[in-house]
Structures are given as C-alpha cells and as structure tokens.
C-alpha cells in the first residue's frame, strides 16, 4: 500500500515557476514508477509526466515538454516536478500516482493522492 500527498500548489503569474512535491508513505517506494496528471475544469485528467523508479528515464506530455521536469529521491520517498514558464493553460489540479508495473504513460495507476490546485493567471 502506497500513501501520496501532494503540496506546492498555489497561484502564479503566467511566465512563473512553482514546484510541486509528493511525499510517498510505503517502504516499497522506490519500486515504484511515479507520475503527475492534471485535471483541468470540465477537462479530462491528463497525463503530465512520469518517472521509472531508478530515476533513469522521463516521460513527458508534448505540452510541457521543455517547462516541466519531474525527478525522485528514494531516500525521502519523495517526486517532484518543478514547473517553469507556466501558463493559464496549466491550471488545474495536478496529482501525484504511483504503479507497480505498466505503461508509464497510461492513465491505470494503482495510487493516486488527493490532488493540489495550481492556479496560473495571466
């Protein structure tokens, strides 16, 4: 069983930067694949980006591609994914997942946390 909490979320202006943070309970963390999805208003929850549980490849959606980057520290059961040049588009809820096997790109993670509000202005 894997536990996720999410933090860093907050308002910002577009051309901004914010750094999103999951704290992962488990003791099996590290085996983990780990990914960010958003849900935009009246949107469909989307994926962001993702990472293999050695740290040595990322998956990224075309439209962060290049603003966004996610890493991982294993000793601190921790993801991150540090946004820069935000834009109003990318208000949404961001979440943190978590699976033990399958397509990092794919929606079926096994956890999920609870989701924290990223508001861009313009």
């Known amino acids: 069983q894997v536990q996720l909490v999410e933090s860093g979320g907050g308002l910002v202006q577009a051309g901004g930067s914010l750094r999103l943070s999951c704290a992962a309970s488990?003791?099996?963390?590290?085996?983990?694949?780990m990914g960010w999805f958003r849900q935009a208003p009246g949107k469909e929850r989307e994926f962001v980006a993702a990472?293999?549980?050695?740290?040595?490849?990322?998956y990224y959606a075309d439209s962060v591609k290049g603003r966004f980057t996610i890493s991982r520290d294993n000793a601190k059961n921790a993801v991150y994914l540090q946004m820069n040049s935000l834009k109003p588009e990318d208000t949404a809820v961001y979440y943190c997942?978590?699976?033990?096997?399958?397509?990092?790109?794919?929606?079926?993670?096994?956890?999920w946390g609870q989701g924290t509000q990223v508001t861009v202005s313009s």
């Open positions: 997942a978590a699976r033990a096997r399958g397509r990092p790109t794919g929606g079926d993670y096994d956890y």
């Open positions: 488990g003791r099996t963390f590290s085996s983990y694949v």
């Open positions: 990472i293999t549980w050695s740290g040595g490849s990322t």
